[in-house]
């Protein structure tokens, strides 16, 4: 548990450093009470897990970011990988450029895992997108250095 909780105020700190809070995206901690128990009742905890990072907009579009794993839905369409499986994260800067997009209307994030190739995360633009990235970076970073 001790590790958990670790891992839970490094994340919550790189998030918060990097990126910043929004409308629908924050730390977990920061979200309302009703926020908080939509999220709970798409994505339960096992024993020891601490949730981190969430977002709510509605039913078809939320995410939720614990110390185990990160699952989100959007459009309706729900997945979930284990936080273990993270090797990086990036944004597709090509597309960036095609679109002529700034780094705050870019709302994707391509995390690259060691068992399921490059899963996207779509999600809420601006100072949350640039905090999640560099909590996935931190994960990531993690993962593979074995500290």
């Known amino acids: 548990m001790v590790e958990q909780a670790k891992l839970k105020r490094n994340?919550?700190?790189?998030?918060?450093?990097?990126?910043?809070?929004?409308?629908y995206t924050m730390t977990?901690?920061?979200?309302?009470?009703?926020?908080?128990?939509a999220l709970e009742s798409h994505c339960s905890l096992m024993d020891g897990e601490l949730p981190v990072i969430g977002a709510y907009k509605d039913e078809k579009e939320w995410l939720v970011i614990?110390?185990?794993k990160i699952a989100w839905c959007f459009d309706g369409t729900r997945l979930c990988?284990?936080?273990?499986?993270?090797?990086?994260?990036t944004v597709d800067f090509d597309a960036m450029q095609?679109?002529?997009l700034t780094m705050d209307k870019v709302n994707e994030i391509l995390i690259n895992t060691h068992d399921r190739g490059?899963?996207?995360?779509?999600?809420?633009?601006?100072g949350p997108m640039c905090?999640?990235?560099?909590?996935?970076?931190?994960?990531?970073h993690q993962n593979t250095s074995g500290s």
């Open 11 to 23: 994340l919550t700190r790189i998030f918060l450093k990097w990126g910043s809070e929004a409308v």
């Open 28 to 37: 977990f901690d920061s979200l309302s009470p009703s926020q908080r128990a």
């Open 66 to 68: 614990t110390t185990k």
């Open 81 to 89: 990988i284990p936080v273990s499986s993270v090797v990086s994260a």
């Open 98 to 100: 095609e679109k002529r």
């Open 118 to 126: 490059i899963i996207p995360l779509k999600m809420e633009a601006g």
């Open 131 to 140: 905090g999640v990235w560099n909590a996935l970076l931190h994960i990531g």
